[in-house]
């Protein structure tokens, strides 16, 4: 059975945790601290391998959202992403990304960027429609509490 026959998949089975990045020269704007364009650019590429591992189709981003900015990162800090499905809805499925902020030589994080993208499979049955995406199962509370949350971001998404 292939990974998009399944009905259902555990978040942990698709996550991206821990993934660093060094923050290099150019990487930094004229204020000294990382583009807010390079991290977007990092969590949508690691967004799109979580799609990709979660329904084993071809997706891609249909949007991103509530990209926060929290605090900023600067030169000789490790970016720290932590991707995951939040939910799934038929062809859509909403993913959740974490950044932070490492230091090395203090060991200290920072929680710096939280955003939502949605993607959308663009695989498609034999009668040209697109192929439905496996449901997500949360375990933990974090995973059910932001399964919850995302029906609610969806439902705002949805009204404008």
């Avoid at 399944?6 to 991206?16: G, H, N």
């Avoid at 364009?37 to 991103?64: F, N, P, Q, Y």
């Avoid at 993607?119 to 509370?141: I, M, Y």
Wanted: charged fraction near 25%; charge should be positive.
């Amino acid at each position: 059975m292939s990974a998009h026959e399944t009905t259902q998949k555990k978040v942990a089975d698709s996550a991206v945790n821990d993934y660093c990045h060094l923050i290099f020269g150019t990487d930094m704007n004229a204020r000294g601290t990382v583009f807010g364009g390079r991290i977007m650019e990092i969590a949508d590429m690691l967004a799109g391998i979580v799609a990709k591992r979660h329904s084993g189709m071809d997706c891609v981003t249909l949007s991103a959202d509530s990209f926060r900015f929290l605090a900023p990162a600067v030169m000789g800090e490790v970016l720290v992403f932590k991707v995951a499905v939040n939910r799934v809805w038929g062809t859509s499925m909403e993913i959740g990304v974490k950044v932070y902020a490492q230091n090395t030589e203090t060991a200290t994080t920072r929680h710096i960027v939280s955003a939502y993208f949605t993607f959308v499979s663009v695989a498609v049955d034999e009668n040209g429609r697109r192929k439905k995406l496996p449901q997500v199962v949360p375990e933990t509370e974090d995973e059910k509490r932001r399964y919850e949350q995302a029906q609610l971001r969806r439902d705002r998404r949805l009204v404008t």
